[in-house]
């Protein structure tokens, strides 16, 4: 086990790390360059948006690389989160929404789960539907916090880059490991992701 957990260090290092620091460097570069404005402020976001997934991709290198320390380095995700993640999800040109209504006190796992959940759709959205507006919600249903993501659809003209599908499949195995459940559907033109969790913190 640990060996592998090596073998997938050192390939995530030598693949990704390399390829997230060419683009930093090369966003970077071109600081001093004359440019439309629109340019600018997009190289920009490329720049930062680069910059903080390679810190994230250093963070969980370390968990790979020693898996004692994911307790003690790997931060647990909570509902203070959501709004740095959206903002994230700007940074790749999205326009998302965040509404967070009165949810009361809510369990830990589940609070990851949502933070989680609104990740991964609003990384769908970017891949298969470019710069398009997402409303984001979270809310209590009685005993359940729900959460919806659900984009406008695709862009003019955007083409989709599809991954391979692991990342909707994971989510729903982890709101289904809290008794939740995750759907997926089409509404008009876009797409929205539900997760309805039980909370057992009420």
């Not at 979270?138 to 955007?158: K, L, M």
Request: proline content about 6%.
């Amino acid at each position: 086990m640990l060996a592998e957990r090596l073998r997938i260090a050192r390939d995530l290092h030598d693949i990704v790390s390399h390829g997230l620091g060419l683009i930093t460097v090369r966003a970077a570069a071109t600081r001093h360059l004359p440019k439309p404005a629109e340019v600018e402020a997009a190289l920009t976001d490329i720049e930062e948006a680069s910059r903080h997934a390679t810190a994230e991709l250093r963070r969980m290198l370390t968990v790979l690389r020693e898996p004692s320390a994911a307790s003690r380095r790997a931060p647990v995700d909570n509902l203070d989160d959501l709004p740095g993640i959206v903002h994230t999800a700007s940074l790749a040109g999205l326009r998302p929404r965040l509404t967070i209504e009165p949810l009361g006190p809510v369990s830990q796992g589940v609070q990851v789960a949502v933070c989680k959940t609104v990740r991964e759709a609003l990384s769908n959205a970017a891949r298969y539907a470019g710069p398009t507006d997402v409303g984001v919600r979270v809310y209590r249903d009685g005993t359940s916090v729900v959460v919806t993501a659900a984009d406008t659809g695709p862009v003019d003209e955007w083409r989709a880059s599809p991954g391979a599908g692991h990342g909707l499949a994971g989510l729903r195995e982890r709101v289904g490991s809290l008794g939740g459940t995750l759907s997926t559907e089409r509404v008009d033109a876009g797409f929205r992701v539900t997760a309805r969790i039980p909370d057992e913190a009420v």
